[in-house]
């Protein structure tokens, strides 16, 4: 008897599978909604009379329990780069024709698709069955939405192994989105029950796909286009062709819209096509994606800083409104540069209402001719801050006012502006500029800096105000008997901000790092320094300029604006100030498990067979290892792959170490 359930519900199970396939991924659905209904019915009813006999990878078992806590973060193991963008047919043509130069012209294919205007996702699977989905997150770390994406019935829990060919590892990239039709249905259940309304059904995903509560994911109809392989173990494809058609064949949605196209001409007609379509595709989408084809090509072009050479992200014209220009305001940066910001007349611009636009700087207002009261077209794409595109001309005012930051009245007198020197930008040269210190101290509280739960850019207005804090280091000197006396504060609020303050103390390099504010360094410099530096700030306030640039990923610029930091004895002083107050920074641990290549500078060159340039890189780094790009006396080892170039001459004559690649897997395992 129960021989013959267990049989009937693997039958259930399967042509639930099957119609799921053939649904979601082959567009082509074999039973109706009730014969589908049924099956799912009879399916819940024996398992609910034989509890013992429940897969977890039941199509039953899609809706689990809500996560307790907020959402847990992890690492990707191949970090998830992002794009370089195209945002005109020039630059696509660029894109071919720089690839076409690198392989001499020879006969390249390359892939197009739709850019969807989702989220994106990793899809971890293990031994065939789903294990965990984050979110892209920053690229290098995700949110844990596994809970979330299990309720997606386009995602299989258990991939189909038709042709045995399931590893035993393998994480799938793709992108989450809302359809649109999906999206006006959730918005119009929302008005009715007088809920907030999304704005588009990006940010519809986006919350869907962050809830604690996977029943409220559930009932919000996501889906789902795979698009790459990020990593797998045993298992590879010449191509992105065969790649696309292996997704498919283990039961992952493909978009298909994906083509083969040959040259510069067939990207743009492509990229047209799509866009003139685009109102009548049921997803947002924002762009095209055109990739090479071939992944020994694409390994061969490698990577750029943060995305690869092989790709380009082409952008669709953006969308459009006009306003009138009220006013023009000046912000001051943390490096006290100024950027001119427009006030306008609030707008409805593709569903979000807008009453700023970006100016970018003097130059482009002139260049524009943009004058106060103007009327102009405002435009906006993606998550980016609008901008002013045109000023329409015949309908100029007669009280259009110019504008020129020079000429600006400052509320403070000392301030005192000037053009920083081969740059538009203007830079207030006020040392005690009180909008310079405030976005300063701002930002050094912020989450991403410091994390100081509870100073927020009013509060630290209002302790500048009164005289509290000036500096950085002042921060991790303020009492609780200096709070509570203070308007907004109670006693509770006083207490907890005391505390956040005392927690952030405990912090980490980067973080310290990136807080100061130093120009050009941001949260990936700050990382890739801690590594070098063995997340010691004394280590850093010793590296010397030649030292820094040796550093894949490092310039001159950085390189130039940390030195300058630290010869500034002001700034070294409140570096000082802020650990003798307090902050504690907590040793970065590459990998617990392998540092035998701490503190070992390792140079590559050449390509190689049995894996790719960034992988050998991050693989290196995992084992503590900094990979430069300059042979030195320093040097520890040069890797040398096929047609390397002139650095194994200049490493054999330091007497440098060299690995070639059929000792590489040796000396990878040794270390
Ligand atoms: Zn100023």
Known sequence: MEKQTKKRIDDLIDQINNHNYAYYVLDDPQLTDSEYDHLFRELEILEKKNPSLVLPTSPTQRVGHAVSSDLQSYNHEVPMLSLSNAINKNEIEEFYKRILKWFKNKNIDFVAEPKIDGLGVSLIYKNGILEKALTRGDGFKGEDITHNVKTMPSVPLMLRDTRNEIPSFIEVRGEIYMSISDFEKLNNRRKNADEKLFANARNAAAGSVRQLDPKITASRNLSIFCYEIGGSDKINFDNQIDMLSYLKSVGLPVNPLSKKVKNGQDMIAYHRTLENNRLRINYEIDGSVIKVNNYKLRERLGLRARSPRWAIAA?????????????????????????????????????????????????????????INDFVLIERSGDVIPKITKVLKEKRPKNAKKFSISDYIWPDPNCKVERIKDQAAFRCLNPNCKLRVTAMLEHFCSKNAMNIEGMGPKIVEQLLNENLISSV???????????????????????????????????????????????NVGQHISKVIDRYCNSSIDNLRQLKVEEMEEI?????????????????????????????????????????????????RIVITGSFETLSRSDLKLRLENNGATVTSTISS???????????????????????????????QNFLDKN
Do not use: W
């Not at 390189?559 to 002083?573: P, Q």
């Open 473 to 519: 280091d002042d921060i991790f000197r303020l009492q609780y008997e200096d709070l509570v006396v203070l308007e907004r504060f109670k006693d509770k609020s006083a207490i907890n901000l005391i505390n956040s303050i005392n927690n952030a103390k405990q912090t980490t390099f980067p973080r310290f790092v990136f807080g100061l504010g130093i120009p």
């Open 315 to 371: 952008k669709f014209k953006a969308k459009q409104t006009e306003s009138q220009l009220l006013a023009i305001e000046l912000q001051v940066g943390r490096t006290g540069v100024i950027t001119p910001v427009a006030k306008i007349k609030e707008v409805d611009l593709s569903g979000v209402m807008i009453s700023s636009a970006t100016l970018h700087n003097q130059d482009e207002i002139d260049r524009k001719d943009i004058r």
């Open 634 to 664: 320093k040097t520890s080892a040069l890797i040398v792959g096929q047609k390397p170039g002139s650095k194994l001459s200049k490493a054999k004559k330091f007497n440098i170490p060299i690995i070639y690649e059929q000792e590489l």
């Open 552 to 600: 894949d990923g490092i310039g001159s610029t950085v390189a130039d604006a940390i030195e300058n930091y630290f010869k500034d004895k002001e700034n070294d002083k409140i570096v000082n100030k802020c650990l003798q107050n307090g902050v504690n920074i907590i040793p970065t641990l590459f990998n617990k498990s392998n540092q035998k290549m701490l503190n070992k």
